[in-house]
Protein backbone atom coordinates (compact mmCIF):
# COMPACT_ATOMS: atom_id res chain seq x y z
CA UNK A 1 0.00 0.00 0.00
CA UNK A 2 1.10 3.56 -0.53
CA UNK A 3 2.00 5.52 1.74
CA UNK A 4 -0.97 8.12 1.06
CA UNK A 5 -3.12 4.87 1.96
CA UNK A 6 -1.30 3.89 5.06
CA UNK A 7 -2.17 7.07 6.47
CA UNK A 8 -5.86 7.18 5.54
CA UNK A 9 -6.36 4.03 7.55
CA UNK A 10 -4.47 5.70 10.33
CA UNK A 11 -6.36 8.65 9.83
CA UNK A 12 -3.94 11.20 9.80
CA UNK A 13 -3.88 14.35 7.49
CA UNK A 14 -2.26 13.09 3.97
CA UNK A 15 -0.34 14.74 1.78
CA UNK A 16 -3.27 15.86 -0.37
CA UNK A 17 -4.63 18.02 2.38
CA UNK A 18 -7.10 14.82 3.59
CA UNK A 19 -9.48 15.35 1.46
CA UNK A 20 -10.10 11.08 1.15
CA UNK A 21 -10.03 11.47 5.09
CA UNK A 22 -13.39 12.28 4.90
CA UNK A 23 -14.84 8.94 3.37
CA UNK A 24 -15.84 6.67 6.21
CA UNK A 25 -14.17 3.41 6.35
CA UNK A 26 -16.90 1.53 7.06
CA UNK A 27 -18.84 0.83 3.82
CA UNK A 28 -22.45 2.20 3.48
CA UNK A 29 -23.71 -1.33 2.79
CA UNK A 30 -23.28 -1.90 6.46
CA UNK A 31 -23.71 1.33 7.95
CA UNK A 32 -25.81 1.13 10.80
CA UNK A 33 -24.61 -2.14 12.03
CA UNK A 34 -21.05 -1.38 13.53
CA UNK A 35 -21.20 -3.34 17.12
CA UNK A 36 -23.67 -5.85 17.77
CA UNK A 37 -25.70 -5.09 20.92
CA UNK A 38 -24.82 -8.69 22.40
CA UNK A 39 -21.20 -7.26 22.57
CA UNK A 40 -22.26 -4.40 24.43
CA UNK A 41 -24.66 -5.93 27.00
CA UNK A 42 -22.49 -8.90 27.93
CA UNK A 43 -19.52 -6.41 28.66
CA UNK A 44 -22.37 -4.93 30.96
CA UNK A 45 -22.87 -8.40 32.49
CA UNK A 46 -19.38 -8.54 32.98
CA UNK A 47 -18.32 -5.07 33.88
CA UNK A 48 -21.55 -4.91 36.37
CA UNK A 49 -21.38 -8.45 37.75
CA UNK A 50 -25.04 -9.35 36.17
CA UNK A 51 -27.00 -12.37 35.00
CA UNK A 52 -26.54 -12.04 31.28
CA UNK A 53 -29.87 -13.34 30.24
CA UNK A 54 -28.69 -11.42 26.72
CA UNK A 55 -26.61 -13.88 24.33
CA UNK A 56 -28.24 -17.11 24.12
CA UNK A 57 -25.44 -19.42 25.12
CA UNK A 58 -26.65 -22.59 27.36
CA UNK A 59 -24.40 -22.20 31.04
CA UNK A 60 -23.90 -25.61 31.21
CA UNK A 61 -22.24 -27.88 27.61
CA UNK A 62 -24.64 -30.87 25.73
CA UNK A 63 -23.88 -34.25 26.55
CA UNK A 64 -20.68 -35.85 27.51
CA UNK A 65 -20.44 -38.60 24.92
CA UNK A 66 -20.66 -35.83 22.32
CA UNK A 67 -17.68 -33.81 23.75
CA UNK A 68 -15.68 -37.15 23.86
CA UNK A 69 -16.33 -37.73 20.51
CA UNK A 70 -14.53 -34.53 20.04
CA UNK A 71 -11.52 -35.35 22.13
CA UNK A 72 -11.58 -38.65 20.40
CA UNK A 73 -11.84 -37.65 16.68
CA UNK A 74 -8.58 -34.93 17.61
CA UNK A 75 -6.63 -37.77 19.33
CA UNK A 76 -7.11 -39.92 16.29
CA UNK A 77 -6.37 -37.17 13.81
CA UNK A 78 -9.81 -36.62 12.17
CA UNK A 79 -10.27 -33.64 11.16
CA UNK A 80 -7.56 -31.72 12.40
CA UNK A 81 -5.92 -30.91 8.70
CA UNK A 82 -8.64 -29.03 6.17
CA UNK A 83 -11.73 -31.89 6.09
CA UNK A 84 -13.14 -32.14 2.41
CA UNK A 85 -15.05 -28.63 1.20
CA UNK A 86 -18.87 -29.74 1.47
CA UNK A 87 -17.87 -31.23 4.97
CA UNK A 88 -17.05 -34.54 6.44
CA UNK A 89 -18.63 -37.86 4.62
CA UNK A 90 -19.74 -38.80 8.51
CA UNK A 91 -21.48 -35.84 9.50
CA UNK A 92 -23.18 -34.92 5.93
CA UNK A 93 -24.28 -38.72 6.16
CA UNK A 94 -25.64 -37.87 9.38
CA UNK A 95 -27.41 -34.97 8.57
CA UNK A 96 -29.50 -36.76 5.68
CA UNK A 97 -30.23 -39.54 8.34
CA UNK A 98 -31.48 -36.84 10.72
CA UNK A 99 -33.87 -35.14 8.10
CA UNK A 100 -35.05 -38.72 7.13
CA UNK A 101 -35.67 -39.58 10.64
CA UNK A 102 -37.45 -36.61 11.28
CA UNK A 103 -38.97 -35.15 8.57
CA UNK A 104 -39.36 -38.16 6.23
CA UNK A 105 -36.99 -36.24 3.85
CA UNK A 106 -34.66 -38.00 1.99
CA UNK A 107 -31.64 -36.45 0.56
CA UNK A 108 -28.44 -37.27 -1.03
CA UNK A 109 -25.63 -36.26 1.44
CA UNK A 110 -23.41 -36.08 -1.68
CA UNK A 111 -24.82 -33.47 -3.66
CA UNK A 112 -27.97 -31.58 -1.25
CA UNK A 113 -26.16 -30.96 1.89
CA UNK A 114 -23.43 -28.65 3.03
CA UNK A 115 -21.39 -28.27 6.11
CA UNK A 116 -20.82 -24.78 7.01
CA UNK A 117 -18.98 -23.11 10.08
CA UNK A 118 -22.36 -22.46 11.90
CA UNK A 119 -25.93 -21.58 10.54
CA UNK A 120 -24.18 -17.95 10.38
CA UNK A 121 -22.16 -18.91 7.83
CA UNK A 122 -24.65 -20.68 5.97
CA UNK A 123 -26.98 -17.58 6.34
CA UNK A 124 -24.21 -15.66 4.72
CA UNK A 125 -23.15 -17.76 1.73
CA UNK A 126 -26.52 -18.52 1.10
CA UNK A 127 -27.47 -14.87 0.61
CA UNK A 128 -24.46 -14.20 -0.81
CA UNK A 129 -24.60 -16.79 -3.77
CA UNK A 130 -28.79 -16.18 -4.48
CA UNK A 131 -28.93 -12.57 -4.43
CA UNK A 132 -28.15 -9.76 -6.85
CA UNK A 133 -27.88 -6.46 -6.09
CA UNK A 134 -31.25 -4.43 -5.98
CA UNK A 135 -33.36 -7.78 -4.87
CA UNK A 136 -35.73 -7.61 -2.22
CA UNK A 137 -35.66 -10.14 0.16
CA UNK A 138 -39.09 -10.36 2.36
CA UNK A 139 -38.18 -11.58 5.97
CA UNK A 140 -39.62 -11.48 9.42
CA UNK A 141 -39.41 -8.50 11.38
CA UNK A 142 -37.75 -8.42 14.33
CA UNK A 143 -35.10 -10.50 12.69
CA UNK A 144 -32.10 -12.17 14.04
CA UNK A 145 -29.22 -9.88 13.44
CA UNK A 146 -27.26 -11.44 10.95
CA UNK A 147 -29.94 -11.64 8.39
CA UNK A 148 -29.95 -7.57 7.89
CA UNK A 149 -25.94 -7.82 7.77
CA UNK A 150 -25.63 -10.68 5.32
CA UNK A 151 -28.57 -9.44 2.86
CA UNK A 152 -26.94 -5.81 2.78
CA UNK A 153 -23.62 -7.52 1.80
CA UNK A 154 -25.32 -9.25 -1.13
CA UNK A 155 -26.24 -5.52 -1.65
CA UNK A 156 -29.64 -6.65 -1.79
CA UNK A 157 -32.79 -4.82 -0.42
CA UNK A 158 -34.66 -6.14 2.82
CA UNK A 159 -38.44 -5.79 3.29
CA UNK A 160 -39.57 -6.25 6.72
CA UNK A 161 -43.00 -8.26 7.46
CA UNK A 162 -43.49 -7.02 10.67
CA UNK A 163 -44.59 -9.32 13.38
CA UNK A 164 -47.08 -7.82 15.68
CA UNK A 165 -47.68 -8.32 19.87
CA UNK A 166 -49.33 -9.99 21.16
CA UNK A 167 -49.10 -13.41 18.83
CA UNK A 168 -45.99 -12.30 16.72
CA UNK A 169 -48.05 -14.23 14.04
CA UNK A 170 -46.78 -13.06 10.59
CA UNK A 171 -49.62 -11.16 8.38
CA UNK A 172 -50.11 -13.55 5.17
CA UNK A 173 -51.72 -10.67 3.50
CA UNK A 174 -49.85 -8.41 4.02
CA UNK A 175 -47.00 -10.75 3.18
CA UNK A 176 -48.52 -11.11 -0.47
CA UNK A 177 -48.77 -7.49 -0.77
CA UNK A 178 -45.06 -6.95 -0.18
CA UNK A 179 -44.06 -9.11 -3.04
CA UNK A 180 -43.24 -6.95 -6.15
CA UNK A 181 -41.13 -8.23 -9.62
CA UNK A 182 -38.09 -7.34 -7.85
CA UNK A 183 -38.68 -9.79 -4.66
CA UNK A 184 -35.91 -12.40 -4.93
CA UNK A 185 -36.12 -14.40 -1.40
CA UNK A 186 -38.08 -14.99 1.20
CA UNK A 187 -36.38 -15.61 4.26
CA UNK A 188 -38.04 -17.23 7.47
CA UNK A 189 -37.38 -18.36 10.82
CA UNK A 190 -39.10 -20.77 12.91
CA UNK A 191 -38.92 -21.06 15.56
CA UNK A 192 -38.54 -17.55 15.60
CA UNK A 193 -35.90 -15.79 17.67
CA UNK A 194 -36.94 -13.25 19.33
CA UNK A 195 -40.23 -13.74 19.18
CA UNK A 196 -40.67 -17.55 20.04
CA UNK A 197 -43.71 -17.76 16.98
CA UNK A 198 -43.90 -20.99 15.23
CA UNK A 199 -45.30 -21.17 12.02
CA UNK A 200 -48.39 -23.12 11.86
CA UNK A 201 -49.09 -25.55 8.98
CA UNK A 202 -51.29 -23.57 7.48
CA UNK A 203 -49.19 -20.65 7.65
CA UNK A 204 -46.15 -23.22 6.32
CA UNK A 205 -48.62 -24.19 3.15
CA UNK A 206 -49.70 -20.63 2.43
CA UNK A 207 -46.33 -18.99 2.22
CA UNK A 208 -44.77 -22.40 -0.44
CA UNK A 209 -47.94 -21.54 -1.94
CA UNK A 210 -46.83 -17.39 -2.46
CA UNK A 211 -43.05 -18.64 -2.77
CA UNK A 212 -44.67 -21.10 -6.14
CA UNK A 213 -46.64 -18.84 -7.33
CA UNK A 214 -44.32 -16.06 -7.64
CA UNK A 215 -41.63 -18.12 -8.27
CA UNK A 216 -39.59 -17.29 -5.38
CA UNK A 217 -36.28 -19.00 -3.82
CA UNK A 218 -36.98 -19.45 0.09
CA UNK A 219 -33.96 -19.68 2.90
CA UNK A 220 -35.62 -20.99 6.20
CA UNK A 221 -33.64 -20.46 9.40
CA UNK A 222 -34.41 -23.74 11.91
CA UNK A 223 -31.48 -23.79 14.18
CA UNK A 224 -34.68 -24.09 17.03
CA UNK A 225 -36.01 -26.93 15.57
CA UNK A 226 -35.87 -29.14 17.95
CA UNK A 227 -37.23 -26.55 20.71
CA UNK A 228 -41.00 -26.62 19.68
CA UNK A 229 -43.30 -26.79 23.21
CA UNK A 230 -46.65 -28.09 24.26
CA UNK A 231 -46.56 -31.09 21.80
CA UNK A 232 -46.42 -28.92 18.70
CA UNK A 233 -44.08 -30.35 15.70
CA UNK A 234 -41.33 -28.74 13.59
CA UNK A 235 -42.23 -28.78 9.92
CA UNK A 236 -39.70 -27.70 7.49
CA UNK A 237 -40.91 -26.27 4.75
CA UNK A 238 -38.79 -27.63 2.44
CA UNK A 239 -40.97 -30.83 2.97
CA UNK A 240 -44.10 -29.57 1.30
CA UNK A 241 -45.24 -29.70 -2.89
CA UNK A 242 -43.42 -27.66 -4.42
CA UNK A 243 -41.24 -26.10 -1.74
CA UNK A 244 -37.75 -28.69 -2.40
CA UNK A 245 -36.01 -26.75 -5.79
CA UNK A 246 -36.56 -23.79 -4.27
CA UNK A 247 -35.90 -23.76 -0.34
CA UNK A 248 -32.34 -23.73 1.25
CA UNK A 249 -33.00 -24.94 4.87
CA UNK A 250 -30.54 -23.94 7.28
CA UNK A 251 -29.73 -25.28 10.93
CA UNK A 252 -27.00 -26.30 13.45
CA UNK A 253 -25.58 -28.13 16.06
CA UNK A 254 -25.17 -24.96 18.43
CA UNK A 255 -28.71 -25.01 19.83
CA UNK A 256 -29.43 -28.48 19.25
CA UNK A 257 -26.77 -30.02 21.23
CA UNK A 258 -25.67 -27.11 23.69
CA UNK A 259 -22.15 -26.44 22.16
CA UNK A 260 -22.79 -23.21 20.60
CA UNK A 261 -18.96 -22.18 20.56
CA UNK A 262 -18.42 -25.22 18.04
CA UNK A 263 -20.03 -23.29 14.69
CA UNK A 264 -20.86 -26.56 12.70
CA UNK A 265 -23.67 -25.31 10.75
CA UNK A 266 -25.29 -26.40 7.84
CA UNK A 267 -27.81 -26.12 4.81
CA UNK A 268 -29.49 -29.18 3.18
CA UNK A 269 -31.43 -27.70 -0.04
CA UNK A 270 -31.45 -29.56 -4.28
CA UNK A 271 -28.08 -30.34 -5.54
CA UNK A 272 -28.36 -26.76 -7.79
CA UNK A 273 -29.45 -24.66 -4.72
CA UNK A 274 -26.44 -26.54 -2.49
CA UNK A 275 -24.05 -25.91 -5.11
CA UNK A 276 -24.90 -22.01 -5.72
CA UNK A 277 -24.44 -21.63 -2.07
CA UNK A 278 -21.01 -23.98 -1.90
CA UNK A 279 -19.06 -21.70 -4.84
CA UNK A 280 -20.11 -18.20 -1.84
CA UNK A 281 -18.50 -20.46 1.58
CA UNK A 282 -15.76 -22.21 -0.12
CA UNK A 283 -14.35 -18.22 -0.64
CA UNK A 284 -15.83 -17.49 3.27
CA UNK A 285 -14.04 -20.24 5.50
CA UNK A 286 -13.46 -22.76 3.23
CA UNK A 287 -13.91 -25.52 5.64
CA UNK A 288 -14.00 -24.83 9.63
CA UNK A 289 -14.34 -27.12 12.99
CA UNK A 290 -12.44 -30.33 11.90
CA UNK A 291 -12.86 -32.66 14.67
CA UNK A 292 -16.15 -31.13 15.87
CA UNK A 293 -17.78 -32.41 12.69
CA UNK A 294 -16.97 -36.34 13.71
CA UNK A 295 -18.31 -35.33 17.33
CA UNK A 296 -21.71 -33.43 15.78
CA UNK A 297 -21.79 -36.35 13.35
CA UNK A 298 -22.60 -38.80 16.29
CA UNK A 299 -24.65 -36.36 17.73
CA UNK A 300 -27.14 -36.16 15.55
CA UNK A 301 -28.06 -40.00 15.66
CA UNK A 302 -28.73 -39.99 19.31
CA UNK A 303 -31.44 -41.14 20.76
CA UNK A 304 -35.05 -39.85 20.86
CA UNK A 305 -34.50 -39.67 24.69
CA UNK A 306 -32.00 -37.07 23.97
CA UNK A 307 -34.51 -34.65 22.03
CA UNK A 308 -37.34 -34.84 24.31
CA UNK A 309 -34.96 -34.62 27.14
CA UNK A 310 -33.97 -31.27 26.00
CA UNK A 311 -37.10 -30.12 24.90
CA UNK A 312 -38.72 -30.84 28.31
CA UNK A 313 -35.67 -29.06 30.33
CA UNK A 314 -35.93 -26.18 27.91
CA UNK A 315 -39.80 -26.38 28.47
CA UNK A 316 -39.52 -25.91 31.96
CA UNK A 317 -37.08 -23.53 31.92
CA UNK A 318 -39.64 -21.25 30.02
CA UNK A 319 -42.65 -21.84 32.48
CA UNK A 320 -40.16 -20.81 35.02
CA UNK A 321 -38.68 -17.84 33.61
CA UNK A 322 -42.55 -16.44 32.30
CA UNK A 323 -43.93 -17.03 35.32
CA UNK A 324 -41.51 -15.05 37.18
CA UNK A 325 -41.48 -12.32 34.63
CA UNK A 326 -45.40 -11.70 34.84
CA UNK A 327 -44.81 -12.10 39.18
CA UNK A 328 -42.21 -9.12 38.62
CA UNK A 329 -44.64 -7.08 36.83
CA UNK A 330 -43.89 -7.60 33.10
CA UNK A 331 -46.22 -8.22 30.09
CA UNK A 332 -45.01 -11.75 28.80
CA UNK A 333 -45.19 -13.43 25.46
CA UNK A 334 -45.03 -16.75 26.17
CA UNK A 335 -43.11 -18.31 23.48
CA UNK A 336 -43.84 -21.66 21.35
CA UNK A 337 -40.25 -22.67 20.95
CA UNK A 338 -36.80 -21.33 21.25
CA UNK A 339 -34.61 -19.98 24.18
CA UNK A 340 -36.18 -16.47 24.36
CA UNK A 341 -39.21 -14.79 25.97
CA UNK A 342 -40.36 -11.31 24.58
CA UNK A 343 -41.47 -9.31 27.54
CA UNK A 344 -43.41 -5.94 27.37
CA UNK A 345 -41.88 -3.19 29.73
CA UNK A 346 -45.38 -0.97 29.66
CA UNK A 347 -46.97 -2.61 32.39
CA UNK A 348 -43.59 -1.22 34.51
CA UNK A 349 -44.25 1.77 33.12
CA UNK A 350 -41.62 2.26 30.73
CA UNK A 351 -41.67 2.39 27.38
CA UNK A 352 -37.91 2.51 26.02
CA UNK A 353 -36.20 -0.97 25.82
CA UNK A 354 -32.85 0.15 24.68
CA UNK A 355 -33.07 2.83 28.52
CA UNK A 356 -34.59 -0.07 30.47
CA UNK A 357 -31.56 -2.70 29.18
CA UNK A 358 -29.13 -0.41 30.04
CA UNK A 359 -30.22 0.72 33.32
CA UNK A 360 -31.24 -3.01 34.37
CA UNK A 361 -27.74 -4.21 35.65
CA UNK A 362 -27.38 -1.50 37.81
CA UNK A 363 -31.40 -1.58 39.23
CA UNK A 364 -32.08 -5.58 39.27
CA UNK A 365 -28.41 -7.46 38.39
CA UNK A 366 -29.47 -8.75 35.10
CA UNK A 367 -29.25 -8.42 31.57
CA UNK A 368 -31.25 -8.57 28.83
CA UNK A 369 -31.65 -7.65 25.03
CA UNK A 370 -34.09 -4.68 23.50
CA UNK A 371 -35.77 -6.40 20.78
CA UNK A 372 -35.80 -2.80 18.96
CA UNK A 373 -31.90 -3.92 17.51
CA UNK A 374 -33.86 -6.48 15.61
CA UNK A 375 -36.22 -4.30 14.07
CA UNK A 376 -35.60 -1.37 10.93
CA UNK A 377 -39.04 0.32 12.35
CA UNK A 378 -37.19 0.68 16.25
CA UNK A 379 -40.29 2.45 17.67
CA UNK A 380 -42.32 -0.66 16.47
CA UNK A 381 -39.74 -2.70 19.08
CA UNK A 382 -39.15 0.04 21.45
CA UNK A 383 -41.58 -1.43 24.40
CA UNK A 384 -40.32 -5.41 24.35
CA UNK A 385 -37.58 -6.45 25.85
CA UNK A 386 -36.23 -10.32 25.69
CA UNK A 387 -34.86 -12.47 27.85
CA UNK A 388 -32.70 -16.08 27.69
CA UNK A 389 -33.67 -19.27 29.43
CA UNK A 390 -31.46 -21.93 28.12
CA UNK A 391 -29.51 -21.11 31.82
CA UNK A 392 -29.42 -23.18 34.76
CA UNK A 393 -32.69 -23.40 36.60
CA UNK A 394 -30.88 -22.08 40.25
CA UNK A 395 -29.31 -19.01 37.72
CA UNK A 396 -33.00 -18.36 36.26
CA UNK A 397 -34.74 -18.36 39.72
CA UNK A 398 -31.74 -15.76 41.03
CA UNK A 399 -32.58 -13.75 38.26
CA UNK A 400 -35.88 -13.65 38.91
CA UNK A 401 -35.89 -12.93 42.33
CA UNK A 402 -34.06 -10.41 41.59
CA UNK A 403 -36.34 -8.57 38.65
CA UNK A 404 -39.38 -9.14 41.06
CA UNK A 405 -37.58 -6.10 43.45
CA UNK A 406 -38.01 -3.72 39.93
CA UNK A 407 -41.98 -3.57 41.20
C1 LIG B 1 -28.06 -18.69 17.23
C2 LIG B 1 -28.74 -18.42 15.93
C3 LIG B 1 -28.05 -18.56 14.71
C4 LIG B 1 -26.56 -18.82 14.65
O1 LIG B 1 -26.24 -20.15 14.71
P1 LIG B 1 -24.70 -20.60 14.75
O2 LIG B 1 -24.77 -22.04 14.40
O3 LIG B 1 -24.18 -20.32 16.11
O4 LIG B 1 -23.97 -19.81 13.72
C5 LIG B 1 -28.73 -18.36 13.53
N1 LIG B 1 -30.03 -18.04 13.54
C6 LIG B 1 -30.73 -17.87 14.67
C7 LIG B 1 -32.16 -17.50 14.61
C8 LIG B 1 -30.10 -18.03 15.91
O5 LIG B 1 -30.77 -17.81 17.03
Not at 262 to 278: C, D, I, M, N
Not at 280 to 306: D, M
Not at 344 to 358: H, K, N, Q
Request: hydrophobic fraction near 40%; aromatic fraction near 8%; proline fraction near 7%.
Amino acid sequence: MSQDGACKLNGYPSENGGAMNTRPLLNRRLDGLGTTIFAEMSALATATGAINLGQGFPDTDGPESVREAAVRALRDGRGNQYPPGPGVPELRQAIADHQHRFYGLSLDPDTEVLVTAGATEAIAATMLALLEPGDEVIAFEPFYDSYAACVAMAGAKRVPLTLRAPSFRPDLDELRSKITPRTRLLLLNTPHNPTGMVLTPDEQSTIAALAVEHDLLVATDEVYEHLVFDGAAHVPIASLPGMRERTVSISSAGKTFSFTGWKVGWTTASPELTSAVRSAKQYLTYVSSGPFQYAVAEALRLPEAYYDGLRADLQAKRDLLSEGLEEAGFGVYRPRGTYFVTTDIRPLGADDGFAFCRSLPERAGVVAIPNAVFYDHREAGAPFVRFAFCKRTDVLEEAVSRLKRLG
